[in-house]
């Protein structure tokens, strides 16, 4: 099991990462950050309403499922939200840049780290 600032720091060594937090979407608040790139706190904020807004679509739809990860690929950047399978409520949240990044190895250790989180 790793802290979150140890999953930060596994999320960080990543190819490409800029940075990444750990967020409460009921609140929208981090409850850790690392790295530099984008203003975290305001990321925070917005992709907490981006997971609640698909959320709500996927009930409005009727979907009995689970969001495994969002992708919103930039001009110059990937954005990975990925809710905890461990701990409703929380997002792991990470900037990469796309140009230096290999987006399936950044899913993929995105996964395998907010596994290993503990809270």
């Given at each position: 099991?790793a ?15 800029m ?5 409460d ?36 739809l009727?979907?009995?499922?689970l ?7 930039l ?17 792991v ?27």
């Open positions: 099991m802290t979150i600032k140890q999953t930060l720091d596994e999320i960080l060594s990543l190819d490409g990462a940075c990444a937090a750990v967020v979407s009921t609140s929208g608040m981090m409850l850790g950050h690392a790295g530099t790139g984008v203003d975290l706190e305001v990321a925070a904020a917005g992709n907490t309403e981006v997971v609640r807004a698909k959320l709500k679509t996927m009930k409005a009727g979907l009995n499922d969001i495994e990860d969002i992708l919103i690929t001009g110059k950047q990937y954005h990975i939200i990925r809710p905890s399978s461990r701990q409703e409520g929380v997002f949240y990470l900037v990469l840049d796309k140009a230096r990044s290999n987006l399936a190895m950044a899913r993929r250790k995105v996964q395998d780290a907010e596994k290993e989180m503990m809270f």
